[in-house]
């Protein structure tokens, strides 16, 4: 029972982690460059929610219908905020240097990380920003009596939607991808930059719009973990970040399902290690399965092997 209850734990923090993790995948799956900003859209976007929350004063005695509508109202406008910082941060730190050599934009987006931090630091304070839970409902799915007491297995109304939501988005990104006109724009730019165009291709428009789709997604994920736990602060985006990150590169960099698998696996092992060892060395655990695993598969569990242009 315990472990069926970590399981679930696992596969929502999994589940936060692949969405972030997707908007990783796809701007290096593009244009070949690692944003590590983008945690930091994350945690702009959880910000976000917080701000707007409280503009709402919504809280869990509200009707549903109000909560819906609020909600939804919170996604879109954190989607909105955590999309004009990406288009910024591309605009600003990337475009300049998109011919330079690969170590520039990558100084750029640490630089812009640190800018993000400090820019809601500042504004916000640093301090951690809670919040009580506006949907606390869940459902027990078994219960046990060990001695004295009562041990329950649950499954929250917010695990569902985080889990469910997070397959629903994977897969509709994924056909995008594969079947529009944007995602075979970005397929070109993935393969030869100057070919797509010369073929007629916005290459400039592309990155832009993968960005914001990639904020987007971090904007999402942003929200949910908010929702979850209640609480973020303007650091939450760098943790969030190096984990999402690591999970790109356990599925295979450059693949959705790939960035979303990585992104339940690092979320399982936290989550198990926690549970059965040492809180304090979760983070270790995860790293080692991710060297293991590239030892013997350096492009990932579903990535693909790079193939050198002669």
Same mark, same amino acid.
Request: glycine content about 10%; overall charge positive.
């Given at each position: ?6 399981? !679930?734990?696992?596969?929502?923090? =999994?589940?936060?982690? =692949? ?27 959880? !910000? ?61 987006? !640490? ?26 409902? @869940? ?22 939607? !985080? ?94 399902? =790939? ?44 990535? @693909? ?6």
């Amino acid at each position: 029972m315990y472990f069926l209850q970590q399981l !679930i734990n696992g596969l929502t923090l =999994g589940s936060i982690y =692949g969405l972030i993790a997707i908007g990783y995948t796809m701007v290096y799956g593009i244009i070949g460059m690692i944003n590590f900003a983008h945690g930091d859209v994350f945690m702009v976007g959880s !910000i976000t929610t917080f701000i707007v929350l409280l503009m709402f004063a919504l809280t869990g005695g509200s009707g549903p219908f109000a909560i819906a509508l609020a909600l939804a109202l919170v996604i879109a406008i954190s989607m909105a905020v955590a999309a004009t910082f990406n288009w910024t941060i591309e605009r600003v730190a990337y475009r300049p240097l998109r011919g330079s050599f690969r170590l520039a934009p990558l100084i750029s987006s !640490i630089g812009m990380s640190i800018v993000l931090q400090e820019f809601v630091r500042i504004a916000q304070e640093g301090r951690s920003k809670p919040i009580q839970p506006i949907i606390k409902d @869940k459902f027990v799915l078994m219960t046990k009596s060990v001695g004295t007491q009562d041990f329950a297995v649950t499954l929250s109304y917010m695990q569902i939607v !985080i889990i469910l939501s997070t397959l629903v988005l994977m897969t509709v990104f994924t056909l995008i991808i594969q079947r529009t006109a944007l995602g075979r724009a970005q397929r070109a730019c993935e393969q030869d930059t100057k070919m797509a165009a010369l073929l007629g291709i916005n290459v400039d428009r592309t990155i832009s719009i993968t960005f914001i789709l990639g904020a987007i997604l971090a904007a999402f994920a942003g929200f949910m973990f908010f929702m979850y736990y209640n609480v973020t602060d303007f650091h939450v985006g760098f943790a969030a970040g190096i984990k999402a990150f690591t999970a790109a590169v356990l599925g295979g960099i450059g693949s959705i399902p =790939g960035a979303m698998l990585g992104g339940m696996l690092i979320g399982l092992i936290e989550v198990m290690w926690s549970a059965y060892f040492s809180v304090e060395y979760k983070d270790v655990a995860a790293f080692t399965i991710l060297v293991l695993v590239l030892i013997f598969m350096p492009q990932g569990l579903l990535g @693909k092997p790079e193939v050198e242009k002669i």
